[in-house]
């Protein structure tokens, strides 16, 4: 089993910057994928950025492009979401997710961990 508890976010202005940690339990956790997701009030969950078990491929939706990163730590059992440039249209619950596989994908359904997510609100 793998626990996933997100942190880092808050609310921001618009343009302004936040960094996401996605903390997980369990040594298997550096062996499997990890994504960001986020679900915007009335909206349904979606795919921001994946990353392989060895944070060599990442892919990122293309509204996020250029301002978001992901990475991770496996040494510290993390995954990071760093965001600049945030918008308003960013606001959501963000949450962590973790796969048994090695390559992220953008469909939740994929994934068999989750976190229970953070706020980021980003005002204009």
């Known amino acids: 089993q793998v626990q996933l508890v997100e942190s880092g976010g808050g609310l921001v202005q618009d343009g302004g910057s936040l960094r996401l940690s996605c903390a997980a339990s369990g040594p298997a956790f550096s062996s499997y994928a990890a994504g960001w997701f986020r679900q915007a009030p009335g909206k349904g969950r979606e795919f921001v950025a994946g990353?392989?078990?060895?944070?060599?491929?990442?892919h990122y939706i293309d509204s996020v492009k250029g301002r978001f990163t992901i990475s991770r730590d496996n040494a510290k059992n993390t995954v990071y979401l760093q965001m600049n440039s945030l918008k308003p249209e960013d606001t959501a619950v963000y949450y962590c997710?973790?796969?048994?596989?090695?390559?992220?994908?953008?469909?939740?359904?994929?994934?068999?961990?989750w976190g229970q997510g953070t706020q980021v609100t980003v005002s204009s």
């Open positions: 997710a973790a796969t048994h596989r090695a390559y992220c994908s953008g469909y939740a359904v994929m994934y068999d961990y």
């Open positions: 990353i392989s078990w060895d944070g060599v491929n990442t």
